[in-house]
């Protein structure tokens, strides 16, 4: 399940029902919200200013205003809504310093503080990116609200995936702790 079975797709259901009884006009100011690229849940607070011209209209019938309001709660909730599920893929890189590229990327990384960490969580229902982190912590916060499997490639191994969700790691992956 993903923003588009609980969200996406009742809207649109809304708006073709709204085409059916004669109002195309809201009908395609919703449709017109929705859109799916880029794949993120950026669409959702404008669809639900739709909803509101819905719940404003006088025309419109009690129960499709009933559930433009089930759906500009689903909105405020996305992630209550959705569960939590799927997979967050969380990296940290390298922020360049303006230092020429050679020299700089061959610099060792000292710190955590030299990158950003950056996620993804979702699939084909639901997709989004992660706001940029300066902390690992911070990263795996947002992640573990959002699924029970976060894989991790963190700055002291870039480019080894660990394993930072619930449970024991699966085989592939090792267990997520920080260097000593």
Request: net charge negative; hydrophobic share 35%.
């Amino acid at each position: 399940m993903g923003r588009r079975s609980v969200f996406d797709k009742p809207a649109l259901t809304l708006a073709n029902d709204l085409q059916s009884v004669g109002r195309p006009d809201l009908h395609h100011r919703i449709v017109e919200a929705l859109r799916d690229n880029p794949l993120t849940d950026d669409h959702v607070g404008e669809v639900q200013e739709r909803l509101v011209e819905v719940l404003n209209d006088p025309r419109v019938a009690e129960r499709d205003k009933n559930e433009a309001r089930r759906l500009i709660a689903v909105g405020d909730d996305l992630l209550g809504a959705i569960g939590r599920c799927g997979v967050v893929h969380m990296t940290w890189r390298r922020i360049p310093t303006g230092e020429p590229g050679p020299v700089q990327w061959a610099r060792p990384v000292l710190a955590e503080d030299e990158g950003i960490y950056q996620g993804s969580w979702g699939g084909e229902e639901s997709y989004e990116m992660s706001p940029e982190f300066t902390s690992l912590d911070e990263a795996l916060m947002w992640a573990r609200v959002r699924a029970p499997s976060v894989i991790v490639r963190p700055w002291w191994d870039k480019g080894t995936e660990y394993w930072a969700g619930d449970g024991p790691p699966p085989d592939r992956y090792r267990e997520l702790k920080r260097p000593q």
